[in-house]
């Protein structure tokens, strides 16, 4: 949609249409506000793809076209695949979307977090901080996280403790998004203690449900018989509840066989959406990787990738792009039992 188009009368009568009545209410938006990121984790499709990957950053007039959008959703979410706080207009774009009227969070691996940039954040309303891991000690996480070192992100969780302290400020709440892999099971225990002693409110723990290569297909964790699935849900019942007992919330992911009633996807696509930084709307960010060719993998076995995605936000409305045929089928066949190919075998379904 053009400029001129969008701004004439007849553009903003139909953008007021299909915003406010048209557009039904999502409960959040993965906006990624670049695709570039200053470490290299081994498990990340950036470092696995990076003769392949294409570092963007989103425009504010793209983000911009996401605004009317997030009027009507629950949380933005400012993070894809790369560092948020590499974009030099981030405190700009919290603002925005905080003016939009929705929670505002995003998750980093710290490194760029200086109190400058810390207190710019919470000037434009940032609501939730959240901080990766993939550990609880430095010999678990620094391996996998090349560039994030364990002790470093320490650091940095105190140093938002100390000034919302000298502020008196409650937010932006500090979580943890923790990736779980295989190798690292048992140090997951720590994660409580850590909490507790850092100033982190929640935990978001993770396991590896998008594979960029095979050789990472021994870091997933999923359980193939009962035994092991008893013995992974009575580990995470004991972190949730030693994080109850110091004061922290920790979701943890369930192996359960699914029921009728549960969603068709952890992801919630029949009520949220990503965002890649050049534009391009899809169900999820493992639908959009921003490579032009890749090989993945699922439950081992290799498979060629490409990018599932149903329009771009800089041509068209969202809400228009939301109904859109083929995106509609989309989502009638995860609902029906019939995935697209980038579904299918996706640990997602299953959880």
């Known amino acids: 949609m053009g400029e001129t188009k969008r701004n004439s009368l007849a553009g903003r009568v139909r953008q007021w249409w299909e915003y406010k009545v048209l557009l039904e209410p999502k409960d959040w938006m993965q906006i990624e506000v670049t695709s570039k990121c200053n470490a290299a984790c081994a498990y990340c499709p950036r470092t696995v793809y990076r003769e392949h990957w294409h570092d963007r950053f989103m425009s504010l007039d793209t983000f911009r076209c996401l605004l009317p959008t997030l009027g009507k959703t629950k949380l933005a979410y400012l993070q894809g695949w790369g560092e948020p706080f590499l974009h030099p207009e981030f405190p700009t774009m919290v603002r925005l979307a905080k003016e939009a009227g929705c ?200 498979a060629p990738y490409s990018r599932v995605t149903f329009g771009n936000v800089n041509d068209e409305l969202l809400p228009v792009l939301w109904r859109g045929k083929t995106y509609e089928q989309f989502r009638e066949g995860l609902e029906k039992n019939r995935p697209a190919t980038i579904c299918r075998n996706c640990p997602k379904r299953k959880r």
Do not use: W
Request: proline share 6%.
């Open 103 to 302: 929670t505002v969070g995003v998750t980093t691996n710290g490194m760029l977090l200086t109190e400058k940039r810390l207190i710019q954040a919470m000037d434009a309303g940032l609501d939730i901080l959240a901080f990766s891991l993939t550990g609880t000690t430095p010999e678990h996480n620094d391996p996998a996280r090349a560039g994030a070192p364990f002790v470093k992100v320490l650091e940095k969780m105190d140093m938002v403790r100390r000034i919302k302290e000298e502020r008196k400020a409650t937010k932006p709440v500090v979580h943890i998004a923790y990736m779980l892999l295989r190798s690292g099971l048992d140090d997951l225990e720590g994660l409580p203690r850590l909490m507790a002693d850092h100033g982190v409110e929640q935990a978001v723990v993770s396991v590896l449900d998008f594979e960029p290569g095979v050789e990472l297909s021994e870091e997933v964790l999923a359980p193939q018989d009962e035994a092991v699935r008893h013995a992974l849900e009575e580990r995470f019942t004991a972190v949730r509840e030693a994080g109850a007992a110091l004061g922290v919330i920790i979701h943890t992911p369930s192996f359960a066989p699914k029921t009728d009633d549960d969603p068709v996807c952890a992801e919630n696509v029949g009520h949220a959406l990503f965002v890649s930084a050049d534009g391009e709307i899809s169900p999820c960010v493992y639908a959009n990787v921003p490579v032009d060719q890749a090989e993945y993998a699922r439950q081992g076995q290799p």
